[in-house]
C-alpha cells in the first residue's frame, strides 16, 4: 500500500539507532517489526507498543520472536492497552498510528475518534522536542470518517507546528498519511 511505504520511508529517513519509538496501534506487528529494526540495538533503543486486542499482540509477538534476535525483542515492551495512556517518564522520538482496525479482523474493534484524539493530544505531549507524530488514516469507513474530521479540526488549532498531508488529489475517502514535526 502506498501511504505504508510512504510512512517507513519517512520513519527510516527520521529515526537513528537508541531512540525510543511508540507504535500506538500494532495489529499484526508490520510497523512494529519495521520501527525495531530502525532504532533497536542490544543496548539502546526501546519500542513500545499498543494494541486493546490481545490476538493482535500474540500476532506481534510472533513476528518478532521470528525476525529479531533475543537481544533486540527485550527492547520491546507490548502493552494490552488502550493508546489513550502511555507509560510515564518516557521521551520518544516518534509516535506512529495507522488508524482503523485489523485486516480481516474485527470491524468493530476499529479506533474511535474520541480516544485517538486525546491519544493524539496526549502524543504531542511526551514527544521529544524535534520529535514527529505519523498518522495513517481510513476515511473510507463511518468512524474513519469522523475521525479524519475530529483530527483535523485539531490540526487546525495548532498553527505553530509543522503539519503535513500526503492524500490523492484525484480521489475522495483514500487513505492518507500526516505527519506532524513538534517544535
Ligand atoms: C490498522 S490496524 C494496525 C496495523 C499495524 N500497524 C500493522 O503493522 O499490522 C489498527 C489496530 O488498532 C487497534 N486499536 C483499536 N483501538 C485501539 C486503541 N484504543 N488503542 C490501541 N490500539 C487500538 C486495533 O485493534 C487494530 O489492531
Known sequence: MYHTHLAHLIWKDFLKPGMTVIDATAGNGNDTLFLAKCVLTPNSGWIHAFDIQAEALKTTQKRLISNLPP?????????EASHETFPPNI????????LGYLPGGDLNKTTLAASTLKSC?????????????????????TEGAVEKSLLF???????????????????SNQPSFIT???S
Open 121 to 141: 493530544q496526549n502524543a504531542l505531549q511526551i514527544l521529544s522536542p524535534g520529535g514527529l507524530l505519523s498518522i495513517t488514516i481510513y476515511p473510507g469507513h
Open 153 to 171: 479540526d485539531w490540526f487546525s488549532e495548532l498553527p505553530s507546528l509543522q503539519i503535513f498531508h500526503h492524500a490523492p488529489l484525484n480521489r
Open 71 to 79: 537481544p533486540l525483542q527485550a527492547r520491546i515492551t507490548l502493552h
Open 91 to 98: 521521551c520518544p522520538s516518534l509516535i506512529v498510528y495507522n
Open 180 to 182: 506532524l514535526r513538534k
